[in-house]
């Protein structure tokens, strides 16, 4: 798949929080964008957020605003997704992936743009 690793799903109540985790290895200029995907089955993957590990320039999907928030550990060439305030909306596999494309600094929100990719961590939240 690409050998990016996600953790952290789980089942919640409306209103709860979750952070996930993705190791996406190395950073190279191939791998400096990191994006977040969800998908429900039945229906297109949805991004939520992507940051560009060279920057630090996040990028929200309008319904991720105000409630999820990115962050990585250079170190642990890890990115962590926040989410607070989850609704039963937000119930999806979610995926990380790494790309290179982006523009002016902000990387691009789409799944094609991601050549690398991990088995996904389930969210589960429930009214």
């Known amino acids: 798949q690409g050998n990016l690793v996600e953790s952290g799903g789980g089942s919640v109540q409306a209103g709860g929080s979750l952070r996930l985790s993705c190791v996406a290895s190395?950073?190279?200029?191939?791998?400096?964008?990191v994006g977040w995907f969800r998908q429900v089955p039945g229906k297109e993957r949805e991004g939520v957020a992507t940051i560009n590990r060279a920057s630090g320039n996040n990028v929200y999907v309008d319904s991720a605003k105000g409630r999820f928030f990115l962050s990585q550990d250079t170190a642990k060439n890890t990115v962590y997704l926040q989410m607070n305030n989850l609704k039963v909306e937000d119930t999806a596999m979610y995926y990380c992936a790494a790309g290179g494309a982006h523009m002016y600094g902000f990387c691009y929100m789409t799944s094609a743009d991601y050549a690398y990719w991990g088995q996904g961590t389930q969210v589960t939240v429930s009214s």
């Open positions: 190395a950073y190279t200029d191939s791998r400096r964008c």
